[in-house]
């Protein structure tokens, strides 16, 4: 199969990359010169376990390429992936024009019967309404058929969930079409879920609100938990265990961050307004984790009071391990807070801290070590669960002006922390108070 995968960001990189893999040959475009030349280098402009070397591989082996010219990847394509952006208007809505600019240029430039699937996320009807625009701007006379594809791929196990991944949806109308899809993934040796166009867009919006309504739940059961003196961990293997349940996406934090969570349930609302139904559960969803991200801090302010002049460490800034992404992290209004408190913020986040720079308010300090970030301050604050974070020397908080650690992520024991003698706040487990008793000054 010839395959074009249309946008070299984050989905259509790893589509373009994992497909390759399994034997198609690939072409993956996009308009960003300076980042094609750097990913013909080998140079992957985006922090992904594994993902560089499967580029490599595949590169050399003359099934991969990258090119900034749309009709050079559509000429002889037989498959074209969009995976461009869809970002999120002001309204919540999804952006659809970079979609839109890529189906009239297919439109224009197909010589040959075409298949066109969309990776990234639409609103339902997008596709239907894809193919009208396609048929509407074709050129040529030729077939095309549209073929909904949603990813459910998490940043940092994204080659692992490639291939491991619980199933593969294809959702279209036309059944040749999706038996061609099927023939393409099989290689990957996940089950394929098979159904129509519009359920397919509706499964990957219903599955993102659903597990950040998982998160969200969790996360006020924790603040439930806080107030009544149980722990929200335990209370979370308890139910987890019940099958209809499961274990997994129920540990409490500050909420969910990325690419996707916060995009797509503003989305789902939108949809659903659009048809006059008001999805009040996932409204409440969306309210409990803004609240949420700025748990640490109100947790900080009401053990300590004011924070003017205090040096806080902020430990770890990406929304979540494993990745450089800073979008939607709870890092970037826990630092804005504090900086508008009056407190001397000084970060740490080995693999997230240039992206950071750009993003988090420019008065905040960068440590190169995570010791030199918990040094001499007053509070450390932990806001992504890194194995780096994890595996700290706890004594390190012992050089604190008082060891006061918050942890937005439950990281640690509360049993190792009473052994080490630190104060210690996390969410929606009970406090460990200092051993010695020291005043906070
Ligand atoms: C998510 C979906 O998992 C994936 O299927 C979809 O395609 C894209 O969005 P991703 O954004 O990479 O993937 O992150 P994920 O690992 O799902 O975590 C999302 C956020 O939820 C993170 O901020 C994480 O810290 C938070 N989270 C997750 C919790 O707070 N608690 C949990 O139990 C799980």
Known sequence: MNIAVVGTGYVGLVTGVTLSEIGHHVTCVDIDEEKVAKIKMGISPIYEPGLDELMQKNMDANRLDFTTNHQDAFKSADVIYIAVGTPEKEDGSADLSFVKNVAVQIAETVTNDVIVVTKSTVPVGTNDRLRDLLNKNLDNNVKIEVVSNPEFLREGSAIKDSFEGDRIVIGSDSEEAAATLEKINEPFGVPIYKTDIRSAEMIKYASNAFLATKISFINEIANICDRVGANVEDVAKGMGQDKRIGPQFLNAGIGYGGSCFPKDTKALIQIAGNVEYDFKLLKGVVDVNKQQQSLLLDKLNERVGSIEGKKIAVLGLAFKPNTDDMREAASIIVTEKLIEQGAEVVAYDRIAMENAKTI???????????????????????????????????????????????????????DQMKECGVEYHSVGRPAVEMVQTGTYV
Do not use: C, H, Q
Request: hydrophobic letters at 45%; proline letters at 2%; aromatic letters at 10%.
């Open 360 to 414: 988090l308010n420019s008065n905040v300090e960068y440590a190169d070590r995570l010791e030199d970030a918990i040094g001499d301050s007053d509070a450390a604050l932990i806001l992504t669960e890194w194995d780096e974070i994890k595996k700290i020397n706890l004594d390190i908080f012992k050089a604190m002006k008082y060891p006061l650690v918050i942890d937005g992520r439950n990281v640690f024991s509360l």
